[in-house]
T-cell receptor, first 115, second 118 residues
Framework: KAGVTQTPRYLIKTRGQQVTLSCSPI?????VSWYQQTPGQGLQFLFE???????NKGNFPGRFSGRQFSNSRSEMNVSTLELGDSALYLC??????????????FGPGTRLTVT | AQTVTQSQPEMSVQEAETVTLSCTYD???????LFWYKQPPSRQMILVIR??????QNATENRFSVNFQKAAKSFSLKISDSQLGDAAMYFC???????????????FGKGTKLSVKP
């Protein structure tokens, strides 16, 4: 079974631009979560999507947004990029709650550099 | 709010020896899950082991085992017969029990960088 895939793997953007990152979960997984990883702040939760609805949101500004499609694929968008948005963005997928599997499986991440 | 603390930023172990990574957490909830994740350099984060809070028995996965002390809110990871491939960042993570349509997010510790000496 294919793992979680994220595209692109690397991205360089300029301050003020916007960016869209994509995540395809493991087949059969319907919950997708996004995390930001930086050396200073560590791993921080961005948001969680299930059945195309945002179920949970971390403490990030409104410039960070996301969505989930009917095939469970998810995208996150960051508008008006700032230097501090440079990070590894990780996507994780897991099965629906009622299947009683609580592991989150991570993708390889998208390394975003803002200059 | 729940917090996860890993007090050892770096650890080192000799190949074939045993090492224990520490993790403590703080929560007022009774239904939760604890995890150890491994993130090798420039590679994907993978799940090492998980523990359900309602289970008294410590989880074991091959050379990896945990010491779950619920009352002390402690969740340490023991790696036996350490191998060069075990070198990585190890993250302890907490997740509340799910309900409704949300499984809740993972709350991570800052990580412990493990080096394995040949």
């Amino acid at each position: 079974k294919a793992g979680v895939t994220q595209t692109p793997r690397y991205l360089i953007k300029t301050r003020g631009q916007q960016v869209t990152l994509s995540c395809s979960p493991i087949s059969g997984h319907r919950s997708v979560s996004w995390y930001q990883q930086t050396p200073g702040q560590g791993l921080q939760f961005l948001f969680e999507y299930f059945s195309e609805t945002q179920r949970n949101k971390g403490n990030f500004p409104g410039r960070f947004s996301g969505r989930q499609f009917s095939n469970s694929r998810s995208e996150m968008n960051v508008s008006t990029l700032e230097l501090g948005d440079s990070a590894l963005y990780l996507c994780a997928s897991s099965r629906p709650f009622r299947v009683a599997s609580y592991e989150q499986y991570f993708g390889p991440g998208t390394r975003l550099t803002v200059t | 709010a729940q917090t996860v603390t890993q007090s050892q930023p770096e650890m080192s172990v000799q190949e074939a020896e045993t090492v224990t990574l520490s993790c403590t957490y703080d929560t007022s909830e009774s239904d939760y899950y604890l995890f150890w994740y491994k993130q090798p350099p420039s590679r994907q984060m993978i799940l090492v082991i998980r523990q359900e809070a309602y289970k008294q028995q410590n989880a074991t996965e091959n050379r990896f085992s945990v010491n779950f002390q619920k009352a002390a809110k402690s969740f340490s990871l023991k790696i036996s017969d350490s191998q060069l491939g075990d070198a990585a960042m190890y993250f302890c993570a907490y997740r509340r029990g799910g309900y409704g349509g949300s499984q809740g997010n993972l709350i991570f510790g800052k990580g412990t960088k493990l080096s394995v000496k040949p």
